[in-house]
């Protein structure tokens, strides 16, 4: 790369942060500035700037196999956002495979369920066929470059091995190398093309068989019985094969589709260059570095992971995205899984991986459809399970309570996704989102709720009986009184920014004031009206108020108090709990201040339940755990709920150095900070919106200097909150006064710990 290119590519990709001139801005008196100016001054801060310095951090967090990996939850994942592989060991013999899958991969048969009908669809492997049986391996997943690459020894030789899944292209490559006396081949098992969920669960009556799949030299083909086609095709050229994946429905074009895809790939080289460069982009948008090598190496693992599982063109990320195992889940859950999923695009910045918001954009009819008839000329919701196209099964009614899982008032599922895309607005603060989107569907999915509610002997708004995800139903249920409170608030800010004078405003404006209090006792939130918390739970549901809502301020403290019951009764009765029950557990101890309570529950989760390659399982793959346990990471580091940034807001007592790089944050704003010796050595914020900035400077204390693009900035203090006056482009740069801070962002220094994998 060229000096002038390169100069470009930082720029564009935001590696290193530099100083904004401020030539009308000019320089004005803080309140709290020192009366004598200040002798020294400090650089703006600087971050990792070349490809060298991410390939060396990232480096650190690979993933490591020394042995065979002989499950997918022990072995390296692949993929581009819908398609993607899985290697490891054959189910009967000493041979590596690698399976496909994708997430556009599933049945179209109509009035059996998404389930069972529509379930997404498990496709085949290739193996790798060796002259002799494996006895080793040495690999390693780069996460820079997105490859997994080593040597498997076997029984006649060894094998050099290259593979990823292309960044952009729907193709697996994988480049194979025999030496001394080996050989290598591939061949192709097919799955048959029928739910998973029917290894677990009864067949459904009219559920169809799906024919047989057709095995080729080069292809396989799987036509369904609703119409359409599942084609896989391969081509090896020497030592380099090339795989794809096609699915057409309801024409049968598939075969043609793979098949011209393979013939239009470009050679190896290139195809190496246009999938690195499209990695090589992706890290660089933010950076985050701890002193606990195995946390910090699993974070970066679930920003791979997240991109390998979705993007913003491709379906909203089902249970087990596109690697599809054994499991009663082949869909997409909505009362927590789709949330969980996407919490940590928003600090990162990476919008590229939204599928989340384009869907519920783009079938927003099918949203209207989901409810019954009478509610659909206002409202809309989604049921527990869909596929990519958002169909429900019932979605059910308030007050009406069938039998069965399904059909149940289970009925906050679309206001905590469109909640998800709240926080996508308010990371980037981006107003055609929120009037052409969001407001409009947030809009019709709290007029459900609006068309139940009942005034009662108390004068207040009640809700008749709705469903708490994984718990019971009840009357004033929590799950609901929090969304349905948290909607409202949403509603009347956007009304006011974008200036709409809604007929439904004083509606709003009514259920904030007479809505009943949340149902609570002395051991904390309960369910709701009728049913206390009693046993274990593994589901936060009756506590989305504090997490992720927000909705009650802990700065309260009657509703501190509140919180620190209710946790305290939710995690103290075991049994149920799983994976997810720790990460929510670390953001709200975060929420609290406890940094090492939230290290704790995070500790717990890796060492119980998270697998070695750094997935988790609930009876078949389960992505939303740790991607949350990314974002629970975010919020022990930087929060910024209620207006006010806080930075550094529960550091775990042992964590003495930290480093954060551009972490967006809600109104917009990109931080920087770097902690030393227990310290907050500084903190740098840049505005991308203009919007007003209030922030709790962690770790760091006073009298602070204060510098917007370089010179003194307006600013005062207010109770322990900086108020700094930023425009549109400014940047602040914040550090204890007198001081010249060193302003280099780097990885921080963390004791050596095994690596995520097989590694002995």
């Known amino acids: 790369m060229s000096s002038t290119s390169r100069r470009a590519f930082l720029r564009t990709t935001a590696i290193g942060t530099t100083a904004i001139s401020a030539t009308a801005l000019g320089a004005a008196t803080a309140d709290a500035l020192p009366t004598e100016p200040t002798p020294t001054t400090a650089s703006p801060p600087k971050g990792m700037r070349t490809e060298r310095e991410w390939a060396a951090f990232l480096a650190g967090s690979d993933l490591r196999w020394k042995r065979m990996p002989g499950t997918f939850y022990e072995g390296p994942f692949l993929g581009n956002g819908a398609f993607g592989a899985a290697a490891y060991r054959h189910p009967t013999r000493q041979r590596l495979t690698f399976e496909l899958g994708d997430s556009r991969v599933r049945d179209h048969q109509d009035g059996v369920g998404a389930l069972f009908g529509h379930s997404r669809l498990r496709i085949g492997y290739l193996t790798l066929e060796t002259a002799g049986d494996v006895t080793g391996v040495d690999l390693r997943l780069s996460l820079w470059d997105a490859e997994l690459s080593g040597t498997i020894t076997t029984t006649a030789g060894t094998v050099a091995l290259r593979s990823f899944v292309h960044a952009t292209r729907d193709l697996l490559v994988v480049d194979a190398t025999p030496a001394g006396g080996e050989t290598v081949g591939w061949t192709f098992t097919p799955f048959p093309a029928v739910s998973p969920r029917l290894a677990s669960k009864p067949r459904p009556a009219g559920l169809k068989d799906n024919p047989d799949p057709v095995l080729a030299n080069d292809h396989c083909d799987q036509d369904l019985v609703a119409g359409g086609r599942t084609a896989t095709a391969w081509h090896v050229d020497g030592r380099t094969l090339l795989a794809t994946v096609a699915h057409t429905f309801p024409d049968r074009t598939a075969t043609d589709v793979a098949a011209r895809r393979l013939k239009r790939a470009a050679p190896l080289d290139e195809l190496t260059r246009e999938h690195r460069r499209w990695w090589h982009r992706f890290y660089p948008k933010s950076f985050l570095s701890l002193p606990d090598a195995r946390l910090q190496a699993f974070y970066w693992i679930q920003l791979y992971k997240m991109a390998c599982a979705t993007r913003v063109d491709r379906p909203v990320i089902g249970t087990a995205a596109q690697w599809l195992q054994p499991t009663p889940w082949p869909g997409t859950w909505w009362n927590l899984n789709v949330q969980l999923e996407y919490w940590l695009i928003n600090a990162t910045g990476h919008t590229e991986l939204d599928s989340l918001t384009r869907s519920l954009d783009r079938y927003r009819d099918n949203l209207v459809a989901n409810t019954a008839e009478q509610y659909r000329s206002d409202s809309a919701g989604i049921g527990r399970v869909t596929q990519e196209d958002l169909r429900s099964d019932a979605f059910g009614v308030p007050g009406q309570v069938p039998s069965g899982d399904y059909g149940v008032p289970e009925v906050g599922n679309l206001p905590w996704a469109l909640h998800d895309v709240w926080m996508r607005y308010r990371h980037t603060m981006d107003d055609t989102l929120l009037r052409t989107m969001l407001f409009p569907l947030l809009r019709r999915a709290i007029n459900y709720y609006l068309h139940f509610l009942t005034e009662g002997s108390d004068g207040r708004l009640h809700l008749p009986a709705t469903y708490s995800p994984e718990y019971a139903t009840t009357r004033d249920c929590n799950y609901d009184l929090a969304l349905l409170t948290w909607g409202c608030q949403a509603l009347l800010e956007a009304a006011a920014r974008l200036k709409v004078d809604d007929p439904l405003i004083p509606k709003w404006h009514d259920v904030l004031k007479r809505l009943v209090p949340p149902p609570q006792g002395d051991d904390g939130l309960w369910i709701g009206a009728d049913v206390q918390l009693t046993t274990s739970h593994r589901h936060f549901s009756h506590m989305l108020w504090f997490h992720p809502l927000h909705v009650l301020d802990v700065t309260d403290p009657a509703n501190r108090d509140l919180l620190k019951r209710s946790l ?109 010796d227990g310290r907050t050595a500084f903190i740098s914020v840049r505005s991308l919106a203009g919007e007003p900035l209030r922030l709790i400077p962690g770790g760091m204390t006073g009298p602070y200097e204060v510098r917007r693009n370089g010179k003194a900035a307006k600013w005062h203090e207010n109770g322990g909150v900086l108020e700094i006056e930023l425009h549109k482009g400014d940047e602040a740069l914040i550090y204890p006064a007198g001081t010249r801070p060193d302003t280099r962002v780097a990885p921080v220094a963390a004791p050596a710990a095994p690596p995520w994998g097989l590694p002995s």
């Open 568 to 676: 305290a009764h939710w995690l103290g009765l075991p049994g149920a709990q799983q994976g997810y029950t720790f990460t929510g557990g670390a953001s709200m101890n975060a929420l609290l201040g406890d940094g090492d309570s939230a290290l704790t529950n995070l500790s717990t989760l890796l060492t119980t339940y998270v697998k070695p390659n750094t997935m988790y399982a609930e009876s078949g793959p389960v992505m939303e755990t740790p991607l949350s346990g990314a974002q629970s990471l975010h919020d022990m580091l930087l929060q910024s709920w209620g207006g006010t940034i806080r930075v550094f807001p529960a550091i775990p007592s042992g964590w003495n150095d930290v480093a954060v790089q551009d972490l967006r944050t809600e109104g917009a704003f990109l931080v920087t900070a770097v902690r030393r």
